[in-house]
Nanobody
Framework: VQLQASGGGLVQAGGSLRLSCAAS????????VGWFRQAPGKEREFVAA????????YHAEAVRGRFTISRDNAKSTVYLQMNSLKPEDSAVYYC???????????????WGQGTLVTVSS
């Protein structure tokens, strides 16, 4: 499966963005999907994950209550709605697909190219 992340950009603190992760090559409904982010000089960090049929989601504590992961399997797309953005949310955001509902990069086999989110103060 190939993943394409989009929707990043420059936003002021307190603003919102919605990221999309579109799949091709194989239906995304076969996979657990996660979002990760990586800021310059830092390790890749888990953001959120969603099960194949949306019956379970998990958000990292740093984003809980502000970000929401969702999916539309008919469109083979997973979303990350990001509200109340903070400068520390600035990073390249990656979507990933795999067979395990987890919060570690090694839980995922397929990765998109990333989309840059910059939050100004």
């Amino acid at each position: 499966v190939q993943l394409q992340a989009s929707g990043g950009g420059l936003v002021q603190a307190g603003g919102s963005l919605r990221l999309s992760c579109a799949a091709s090559g194989r239906t995304l409904s076969s996979y657990v999907v996660g979002w990760f982010r990586q800021a310059p000089g830092k390790e890749r960090e888990f953001v959120a994950a969603i099960t194949r049929n949306s019956d379970g989601t998990y958000h990292a504590e740093a984003v809980r209550g502000r970000f929401t992961i969702s999916r539309d399997n008919a469109k083979s797309t997973v979303y990350l709605q990001m509200n109340s953005l903070k400068p520390e949310d600035s990073a390249v955001y990656y979507c990933a697909a795999g067979g395990r509902f987890g919060d570690r990069p090694r839980d995922y086999n397929y990765w998109g190219q990333g989309t840059l989110v910059t939050v100004s103060s």
